[in-house]
């Protein structure tokens, strides 16, 4: 399974760019979906999650900026990210989880560079 993560770049606070995460399979196969971020000198979080129904959760620091959503058609799942601010830059990771049987399975992209100037 490949995840192709896009749409990064540099970014002027209260920008609203958005990204996307191609997959090379049929994304009703995973169980979720997700996108993480890890920020100079940080640990990597997670930032927003869409499950195969459909249901959302994000992180408390992006709630009421950023949407997940997914086109199925498209294999692609992409996160709107409004009103950017500085501690938003980060490698942003796209993530997928599936399970076969008893095991569980996670999958990532190569990440993309977000950096937003103030």
């Known amino acids: 399974v490949q995840l192709q993560a896009s749409g990064g770049g540099l970014v002027q606070a209260g920008g609203s760019p958005r990204l996307s995460c191609a997959a090379s399979r049929n994304i009703f196969s995973f169980v979720r979906m997700g996108w993480y971020r890890q920020g100079p000198g940080k640990q990597r979080e997670l930032v927003a999650r869409i499950a195969s129904s459909g249901s959302t959760n994000y992180a408390d620091s992006v709630k009421g900026r950023f949407t997940i959503s997914r086109d199925n058609a498209k294999n692609t799942v992409y996160l709107q990210m409004n009103s950017l601010k500085p501690e938003d830059t980060a490698a942003y990771y796209c993530?997928?989880?599936?399970?076969?049987?008893?095991?569980?399975?996670?999958?990532w992209g190569q990440g993309t560079l977000v950096t937003v100037s103030s």
């Open positions: 993530n997928a989880d599936g399970v076969g049987g008893t095991n569980w399975y996670a999958y």
